[in-house]
């Protein structure tokens, strides 16, 4: 789905924007809340890559680290200016909040978010979650898709 949603904006913002969504191999049968990628990605573009000119890009990754999947979603663009340092519980935003929630509902306090300058240009938004590949106790909602 979030390919989907990348491709629409690029086809919007007209050779101004470059998205790339890499997972490795080892990721690929992962289970993600749905739609969890989402408002960091649209977060990136009208935060980001959008203040930049809109011109910019957006890559999205997914690894593995231990016992966690890590997602990260970086952008080119304008990076945070007077905005926050590292922040692991405290993100501002409606959006972010409501994802922090969803984060919090399904993982209690085993999830990490955090949203931090890039050190060259540009925003990282990660999440840090527990790996799995089918259900398990403790998770409530988790499905497949990002």
Same mark, same amino acid.
């Given at each position: 789905?979030?390919?989907?949603?990348?491709?629409?904006?690029?086809?919007?913002?007209?050779?101004?924007?470059?998205?790339?969504?890499t997972a490795?191999?080892?990721?690929?049968?992962?289970?993600?809340?749905?739609?969890?990628?989402?408002?960091?990605?649209?977060?990136?573009?009208?935060?980001?890559? @959008?203040?930049?000119?809109?011109?910019?890009?957006?890559?999205?990754? @997914?690894? !593995?680290? *231990?016992?966690?999947?890590?997602?990260?979603?970086?952008?080119?663009? @304008? *990076?945070?200016?007077?905005?926050?340092?590292?922040?692991?519980? &405290?993100?501002? !935003?409606? &959006?972010?909040?409501?994802?922090?929630?969803?984060?919090?509902q399904l993982?209690?306090?085993?999830?990490?978010?955090?949203?931090?300058?890039?050190?060259?240009?540009?925003?990282? @938004?990660?999440?840090?979650?527990?790996?799995?590949? &089918?259900?398990?106790?403790?998770?409530?909602?988790?499905?497949?898709? *990002?």
């Amino acid at each position: 789905m979030l390919r989907r949603y990348l491709e629409i904006l690029e086809i919007r913002y007209q050779g101004r924007l470059v998205t790339e969504v890499t997972a490795e191999p080892d990721v690929l049968d992962a289970l993600v809340p749905t739609l969890i990628l989402q408002p960091l990605a649209e977060n990136a573009m009208t935060h980001g890559v @959008a203040r930049a000119s809109g011109h910019g890009r957006i890559e999205v990754r @997914a690894h !593995g680290a *231990g016992e966690e999947l890590v997602l990260t979603v970086r952008d080119t663009g @304008a *990076g945070a200016g007077a905005a926050a340092a590292p922040s692991p519980r &405290g993100l501002g !935003g409606l &959006g972010l909040r409501h994802m922090r929630q969803r984060l919090e509902q399904l993982y209690e306090t085993a999830y990490r978010l955090e949203l931090k300058p890039h050190p060259e240009r540009g925003m990282v @938004a990660e999440i840090a979650l527990p790996y799995h590949t &089918g259900p398990s106790a403790g998770r409530k909602e988790v499905a497949e898709g *990002g």
